[in-house]
């Protein structure tokens, strides 16, 4: 075989082969999307997000609106919001998006609050 039939045969060979590569990588990322169309609409019906929440009171209701009142008062930054679940009330504050933001937090609420604790939630 002379040097011309030996190059032919070389880019033959690596024509193909980096054909069937861009094949494959078409089709992988055809799958990739697939999953992310997939994702996108499980989302969209199964909106259960966690939340983080801070419990400031729990106990009797003339109390919870009471320490409501208080700690917007000291507290103007988060929302609260009573909760009633038989057979107490709740007052819980704020909605955070991760653990060390709830913590935080606390931190700060605990100063005048000192029974506050975290809580986790799924809206």
Do not use: C
């Not at 729990?58 to 009471?66: D, F, L, R």
């Not at 917007?72 to 007052?91: G, H, L, M, Q, S």
């Not at 937090?105 to 986790?120: C, F, H, M, R, T």
Request: glycine letters at 2%; charged letters at 25%.
């Amino acid at each position: 075989m002379n040097k011309l039939s030996i190059k032919a045969i070389i880019f033959v060979f690596f024509a193909t082969f980096l054909s069937s590569n861009t094949l494959f990588a078409q089709s992988e990322n055809e799958k990739i999307n697939t999953l992310i169309e997939q994702k996108k609409a499980f989302n969209k019906t199964n909106k259960n997000i966690l939340v983080f929440k801070i419990q400031i009171y729990n106990g009797n209701e003339t109390q919870a609106y009471a320490v409501k009142r208080n700690f917007e008062a000291d507290f103007p930054e988060y929302r609260t919001k009573i909760i009633y679940k038989t057979p107490e009330w709740k007052t819980h504050a704020g909605n955070f998006r991760t653990r060390l933001e709830a913590d935080r937090a606390l931190n700060l609420v605990k100063i005048k609050y000192a029974g506050a604790i975290v809580l986790e939630e799924k809206i």
